[in-house]
């Protein structure tokens, strides 16, 4: 998958590559996103609903693949304020203070 790849990529660029918890939450943000992608196509395949025939009784219950988006993007969104931190850091330690040529 080249936008798996490409997501760990850039995001292996913001942290410390030789701090194993830093590749670990590299590598657990592209798996949620992987997770979060399937999850999506369930749900556009499936509906919102499915249909379950029990004892020979129809109804209609909630896709579980809902509930189990939202607890990835939730974890996802806490994951990216992580990164968010990376990022700002990075571009502040790149800035150059101009009263320094004056």
Do not use: C
Not at 37 to 58: C, E, W
């Amino acid at each position: 998958m080249a936008g798996r790849k490409s997501l760990r990529k850039e995001l292996i660029e913001l942290v410390n590559e030789r701090s194993a918890s830093d590749v670990e939450i590299v590598d657990r943000y592209v798996q949620l996103a992987t997770t979060s992608k399937q999850l999506g196509a369930d749900i556009r395949k499936n509906g919102t609903t499915l249909t379950v025939v029990n004892n020979g009784n129809t109804y209609l219950k909630t896709n579980p693949a809902i509930a189990e988006l939202t607890r990835v993007s939730k974890e996802l969104n806490n994951l990216k304020v992580f990164f968010d931190e990376k990022r700002k850091a990075k571009t502040s330690a790149h800035e150059i203070d101009e009263s320094e040529f004056l």
